[in-house]
């Protein structure tokens, strides 16, 4: 297997992609898994931006609903975030997305929020 | 020498041109059209329907609105960000910007003219501010009786240099007499309902009306005997049903006052309550297609026009009163926003927000008759606001 050219070739390539992007092993991981089509990353944007943005501010600063900045979540476990964006939560105004959302596109969405959407 | 007499005429001419700063014109047909998502505003008029200029610069504006002068001169804009930026529509540019908290929800601006209240969920409670200057008059922090404090939601100016406003975690109305700015005087009306969440009053300035997300129900307070207290009304209209998920809160400043009925959006529910406001009882129900967000009536009371939270957010419907009907079913395109009739409802403006667009339609005929190209637009606002209680 390693001295397979061609697989040899694309290892290289993937760990100079990581060095020049900044990302490590483990979000490309996650990535691969996870990462929705272009088209549907335009869209699943332009919804955590606007329509989440309509209770938690455009800049996740917060509103009716909590602030959803890196800083804010930082210290979140991520299956919890992933969940509150799928079910809700109870006994707040925050609804249940999964009609809308794959648990896949969820996980991106938290992702992407961790990060700082840009 | 003649010709010296009409060359000093012409630079006479010319100079007092250049004087006037701002063109001579009056402001009732202006607008405000909110672009959330840049910060910025555009100055419309609905006369010949164009756009006069943007201004920029005003920070986050998802949910902004705006209060005009009495003059309807200048727009008191509020910014999620707590924002409050003092505009001048006729020359075009920002008089005056604050950052008056850290996330606020809108404002009302007093009878007199003179004070610009601004709600705020961070640090809860409300700002008073001088409408010329801007410069802080009061402050009334949003502490309920135990400590807490409470996002300020539904703050609304009332007749007497009075504001009503609730609080949405306690649970309580407010009401501030200004009379005295330096001194607001309080009176408290503590456990009205849960969680209110928005609030209006009626154009006269007498029914002050808080929805209520925590149970179905509306907390009601008549500014003309405001020692009866606060009463529920249409207590539990979803009673032992499944309440729908809520992808947008409903906004009340839009509820429809028709003269002796009130129609109103109900929380969770693709319905619109209709209310006898003699009675302060539900007297019909009207099914539609989606949670609705904005109910509001056309000036002459005859139609109402609804619009609807996501995933329904591409529809409008038109409500015929006396009947109770759906007339008209509209698909003005992607994320549709927010709806304003022109001061006298020959014409109706719409925000379709991921079309970044505004259409414009005759509201007697549905048909389209224009657009103008904004970028994320979400609030609509007519100068004829200016001169109404509550907007």
């Known amino acids: 297997m390693s001295n397979n050219p061609l697989r040899f070739f694309l290892t290289g390539a993937v760990l100079l992609m990581l060095a020049h992007s900044g990302m490590s092993w483990g979000d490309l991981v996650v990535a691969e898994a996870t990462m929705p089509a272009p088209a549907r990353q335009a869209e699943l944007l332009n919804l955590a931006r606007q329509d989440c943005g309509s209770c938690h501010g455009l800049r996740f600063e917060g509103g009716l609903g909590v602030p959803l900045t890196p800083a804010a979540l930082k210290e979140k476990p991520f299956e919890a975030l992933r969940a509150t964006i799928l079910y809700g939560r109870n006994g707040t105004t925050m609804p249940p997305w999964n009609p809308f959302l794959t648990e896949a596109e969820a996980g991106w969405l938290v992702q992407m929020l961790l990060k700082g959407l840009p | ?391």
Not at chain 2, 131 to 144: G, K
Not at chain 2, 234 to 241: A, I
Not at chain 2, 291 to 297: E, H, L, R, S, T
Request: charged letters at 25%; hydrophobic letters at 40%; aromatic letters at 8%.
């Open chain 2, 1 to 391: 020498m003649r010709y010296l007499k009409v060359l000093l005429l012409l630079l006479a001419l010319f100079s007092m041109a250049g004087c006037a700063t701002a063109p001579q014109r009056g402001t009732g047909d202006f607008g405000v059209v909110i672009e959330r998502a840049t910060g910025s505003i555009q100055v419309v008029e609905t006369t010949n329907r164009t756009l006069l200029g943007q201004i920029t610069g005003l920070g986050d504006l998802s949910h902004a609105s705006l209060n005009y002068s009495r003059d309807a001169r200048y727009a008191y804009v509020f910014g999620r960000d707590g924002g409050l930026t003092k505009v001048d529509m006729l020359e075009m540019r920002i008089v005056k910007r604050v950052m008056q908290s850290g996330n606020s929800i809108g404002g009302a601006i007093s009878q007199d003219g003179k004070l610009i209240a601004a709600a705020n969920y961070t640090p809860g409670g409300v700002k008073f501010f001088d409408a010329e200057t801007l410069d802080l008059v009061a402050e009334i922090p949003a502490i309920d009786e135990t400590g807490k404090s409470s996002k300020v939601i539904g703050l609304v100016d009332v007749p007497g240099n009075r504001f009503a406003f609730s609080l949405f975690e306690a649970g309580e109305i407010w009401v501030a007499d200004m009379r005295t700015p330096s001194r607001p005087a309080l009176t408290k009306f503590r456990r009205i309902g849960k969680e209110p969440y928005d609030a209006m009053i009626t154009a006269d300035g007498r029914y002050y009306l808080a929805g209520l997300f925590g149970e179905d129900g509306l907390a009601l307070l008549d500014m003309w005997n405001i020692d009866a207290g606060v009463k529920r009304v249409l207590d539990g209209y979803g009673k032992g049903e499944q309440k729908l998920p809520v992808y947008k809160m409903p906004h009340l400043e839009g509820w429809a006052a028709t003269g002796s009925e009130l129609l109103v959006p109900a929380v969770g529910r693709h319905e619109v309550l209709v209310i006898d406001q003699g009675k302060w009882a539900e007297v019909g129900r009207i099914p539609v297609h989606g949670q609705p967000v904005f109910v509001v009536a056309r000036p002459d009371n005859r139609q109402v026009w609804v619009n609807f939270a996501f995933p329904h957010n591409d529809t409008i419907q038109v409500i015929d009163v006396p009947s109770r009907t759906i007339v008209k079913t509209l698909k003005p395109g992607k994320a549709v926003m927010h709806m304003e009739f022109t001061p006298r409802g020959e014409h109706i403006w719409v925000s379709a927000r991921d079309e970044d667009r505004v259409g414009i339609y005759d509201a007697e005929t549905f048909e389209r008759i224009g657009e103008l190209p904004a970028s994320k637009p979400s609030g609509i606002f007519f100068t004829h606001r200016a001169h109404r209680t509550g907007l």
